[in-house]
């Protein structure tokens, strides 16, 4: 099944069988649950010194250093733009009534 657990099992072993895991830094993905429980979270390990130069740490101090990489952590897992858009234009259509029955007659004949 597509749980949450079974994607991020499998996203590691895969990484882990071709040696990819120190090369992925960002993964998108749609916003189904199972991917927002699976890769939510997700923190790879080394990523955040891409981002930290010598200026940060040396105008900042350590907590302000651990939020900004609070946040960058956060920008690994990206949504998909364009199912994030194809979600939109479905609720505004769904909620035409107009184009709702035009809809379901032009799937009807795609069927076809």
């Known amino acids: 099944s597509h ?5 991020f099992h499998e996203y590691d072993h ?5 040696s990819i895991g120190n090369k992925v830094f960002q993964l998108i ?11 939510g979270e997700l923190v790879i390990p080394g990523f955040e010194s891409y981002f930290i ?11 302000e250093v651990e939020n900004e990489l609070d946040k960058r952590e956060e ?5 998909s733009f364009i199912h994030t858009l194809q979600l939109v ?6 909620g035409s009534g ?10 009807e004949i795609a069927k076809l």
């Open 3 to 7: 749980t949450g657990e079974n994607l």
């Open 14 to 18: 895969v990484s882990t069988t071709f």
């Open 29 to 39: 993905t749609d916003n189904a649950s199972n991917n927002l429980s699976a890769f």
């Open 53 to 63: 130069t010598e200026d940060d740490i040396a105008e900042s101090d350590n907590d």
């Open 75 to 79: 920008l690994i897992r990206l949504p």
């Open 89 to 94: 234009v479905k609720d505004g259509l769904d």
């Open 98 to 107: 107009c184009t709702r029955s035009a809809m379901a007659k032009v799937t």
